[in-house]
């Protein structure tokens, strides 16, 4: 089982130790043959338009668009969650995400203004109590389509309820940051969903 980290621009190898210190093999993917060799992806935080742009630089917008398609497992915390959404709400018109969730996210939700807010969130699913998230200049999902599982809200705060956590099938999102604050509960989950994904297309 090989998890990838996108490597083209943002917090790839917190992302790496992260999978790492959950026991599976993490390996960065910048080129589509290195995309070839994974058997899931992380799409880091970071910046989604500058993330856009390396990746049709790099000829990485179709594999990954394919290999979403195909069912490779996809998590994207932040900007990577921006990357996986159908729809962009305060970006600019030029910028491209990948999709594959059928989800509405506005960039910068959480107000220009405030860099940095800190909040908890109860994810369904994860067990062991709230997490406490960084939202660092975080989107938000705004709406989420039919086939969308929402998985967290904001506990509390002025963002009180905001939508910051979904599962589409084989894709995950969190707008926060797990692999900054060394809880590893999300990449748990998101490696056990990659292995069950094997599972399934080896027989
Ligand atoms: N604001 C960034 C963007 O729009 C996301 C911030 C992050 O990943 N910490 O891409």
Not at 16 to 31: E, F, M, N, S, W
Not at 83 to 104: C, H, K, N, S, Y
């Amino acid at each position: 089982m090989i998890i990838g980290v996108l490597a083209l621009q943002g917090d790839t190898r917190e992302h790496l130790h992260a999978v790492a210190d959950c026991d599976a093999i993490g390996r960065p993917v910048r080129r589509p043959e290195e995309l070839d060799s994974v058997d899931a992806l992380i799409i880091p935080g970071g910046e989604s338009t500058t993330m856009s742009k390396l990746a049709i630089e790099f000829g990485m917008l179709d594999p990954i668009r394919k290999r979403i398609a195909g069912g490779m497992p996809v998590y994207g915390s932040c900007a990577g969650m921006i990357m996986l959404a159908r729809e962009l709400l305060d970006a600019r018109a030029d910028q491209v995400p990948f999709g594959g969730i059928d989800m509405t996210v506005r960039r910068n939700a959480f107000g220009r203004q405030v860099d940095s807010f800190e909040g908890t969130v109860d994810i369904e699913d994860i067990d062991g109590g709230p997490f406490s998230a960084v939202f660092i200049r975080a989107p938000w999902v705004e709406s989420v389509g039919d086939g969308v599982r929402v998985l967290g809200r904001v506990n509390d705060g002025p963002a009180a309820g905001r939508i910051v956590a979904v599962r589409q099938q084989h894709l995950l999102a969190t707008a926060f940051h797990p692999e900054l604050t060394g809880d590893l509960r999300v990449h748990r989950y998101f490696v056990e969903m990659a292995r069950e994904a094997g599972q399934t297309t080896e027989g």
